[in-house]
Structure formats: structure tokens, C-alpha cells
């Protein structure tokens, strides 16, 4: 049976990097690895970045952001990915079961937001059997690119 195990990164190491740097053509084919963005990210109060380890292995990993605001601590899920050779082990099950305990227990968050493409199948159904429902609200986005465009059209 694989050992399965989930823990937060509190420090910066290669062996982060390489696996920050495998998993996110996963996450996005648009972004682009940045070494020391995944320093920032373990020194940051903010961000807690949390690793999947199938037999020591990193195979996985979720971000959780944490902040107080005038109506509570919040939290937000992002970048939730396991690589695809270690799917079928529950391991992004156990990821996110994980944030939402980290999230209650550790920070005491009044509430857990996250977001999900609607292609996404397998993710938005682990999502909705995790515990999280659907809002019924408008996503904005900022883009320094979109509105650079906007203003110049």
C-alpha cells in the first residue's frame, strides 16, 4: 500500500522548485515557473502551501490563502493539482480535506472559497462532495493586459 502523506512547505528547497515546476503545466498552460515566486510563497504569512507525498514523493500540491477582513478571516483555495501519474490514490480528496481542517482549526476562517472552470468535471464533483456549494455570484477579474488593450481600444 502507497504511504500517503500531506504537509505543509515551511521551507524553500530544490526538491520544491523541481516539483512546483512539473506540476504546473497541469495547473495552466499559460503560466510560467518562476523560482523565486515559489520562495515567496513559503516565506509568505498569507499563502500556505501544502504537499501530497506518495511514498516521499511530492505528487501534488493546493494553496491556501488566508486573510482578515472587517467582516471575518477568510480563506481561498487555489492552484489544487495532483500529478497524473499519481491520480487514484484520493490524494486530491485528502489535499482538500486537509485545507478545510488547516482552515477551521489553524485559522479559525469563517468561510472557504474556491473556483472551478465548469469543464472541469472530476474537480467541481470533488469540490461539491467535499462539502462546498455552488454560489450563485459574478466572478471579476482584473488583467493588466485586458485593460491596457481596453484603454488603448
Request: include cysteine; hydrophobic fraction near 40%; glycine fraction near 6%.
Amino acid at each position: 500500500m502507497a504511504e500517503i502523506t500531506i504537509d505543509e512547505a515551511t521551507e524553500f528547497s530544490d526538491e520544491l522548485a523541481d516539483a512546483i515546476e512539473k506540476l504546473l503545466p497541469e495547473l495552466s498552460s499559460t503560466a510560467v515557473y518562476d523560482r523565486e515566486l515559489v520562495k515567496e510563497i513559503v516565506a509568505s504569512e498569507a499563502t500556505h502551501l501544502y504537499l501530497a507525498r506518495l511514498d516521499g514523493r511530492i505528487v501534488g500540491t493546493a494553496s491556501l490563502c488566508v486573510v482578515p477582513i472587517p467582516t471575518g478571516r477568510r480563506a481561498h483555495v487555489e492552484d489544487v493539482v495532483v500529478d497524473e501519474s499519481a491520480r487514484g490514490h484520493g490524494l486530491s480528496r485528502r489535499l482538500l480535506e486537509h485545507l478545510v481542517t488547516e482552515a477551521n482549526e489553524r485559522f479559525g476562517v469563517r468561510t472557504i472559497d474556491l473556483t472551478s472552470r465548469p469543464d472541469r468535471e472530476a474537480a467541481n464533483h470533488l469540490y461539491r462532495t467535499g462539502g462546498f456549494v455552488q454560489r450563485n455570484t459574478n466572478v471579476y477579474r482584473w488583467d493588466a493586459a485586458a485593460a491596457a488593450a481596453q484603454k488603448k481600444g
